[in-house]
């Protein structure tokens, strides 16, 4: 029987768990560039670098003017409410992502994978450069590198499922490959632990109340020593 849940790294105490979910979180995604690997063409058409992916940045948990529990961040406060409330990320119309400046402007309140929190506005948070010697970099828009990468640097916004485990503390681990590949997969892993240990628990206590009634029967059926007084 698996006494903890181990996910990503962390071992959960299934006796310990209360509740769990699978809820949907706003997640940012900021672009990753590279040093072009086509030199031939990278010299014609004199570009150096080139779009590599996507790479998970922080989770939305509130936004500017929109009062939530996850509004204020406080590490304690946000895994109280996390399992609580998610109305506090932003949800937009395709007409609001049409007025790109106003979508730009918003300003986020965000959770990093490393738990720390942060306000930001899109436009503000960094794309990353990647060398061929192995050099990282973050580049701002005010870095002369980040006109210089001839892409759209806008990091994007998108929906992704994670799982939310109530115990004695609030873990949340974010699917779509950010951290889990499938959130939906590991509520399903963790129903049939959850299950199969309370099947266990249940089964031995049920031998063991067993046990302890054979114990008494045989103690109400055992024949009495008979206390012989001797003749004088």
């Not at 210089?148 to 992704?160: A, H, K």
Request: aromatic content about 12%.
């Amino acid at each position: 029987m698996a006494e903890y849940f181990d996910i990503c790294g962390t071992r959960i105490a299934i006796s310990a768990i209360k509740d769990f979910r699978t809820i949907k979180v706003e997640f940012i995604f900021r672009p990753v560039f590279r040093e072009s690997k086509k030199l031939l063409m990278s010299a014609i058409s004199r570009k150096k670098y080139e779009f590599a992916y996507m790479e998970p940045y922080a989770a939305i948990i509130g936004q500017q003017g929109h009062k939530s529990e996850l509004g204020e961040y406080k590490p304690k406060t946000f895994k109280e409410a996390l399992g609580k409330e998610i109305s506090g990320a932003v949800i937009y119309t395709i007409a609001d992502k049409l007025k790109l400046k106003a979508f730009k402007r918003q300003k986020y309140q965000c959770v990093n994978l490393a738990g720390r929190a942060f306000t930001a506005y899109l436009d503000d948070i960094p794309a990353k450069m990647m060398w061929a010697d192995g050099r990282i970099a973050e580049v701002y828009k005010e870095d002369k590198l980040y006109t210089e990468l001839n892409e759209i640097t806008t990091p994007g916004v998108e929906y992704i499922t994670a799982l939310v485990i109530k115990a004695n503390d609030v873990f949340c681990f974010y699917g779509n490959g950010v951290q889990v590949a499938d959130a939906a997969y590991e509520f399903e892993r963790l129903s049939w632990q959850q299950e199969t240990f309370l099947n266990d628990k249940k089964s031995k206590k049920i031998g063991s109340s067993e046990k302890k009634e054979l114990s008494l029967f045989h103690e109400l059926h055992l024949p009495k020593k008979i206390n012989r007084e001797k003749r004088g």
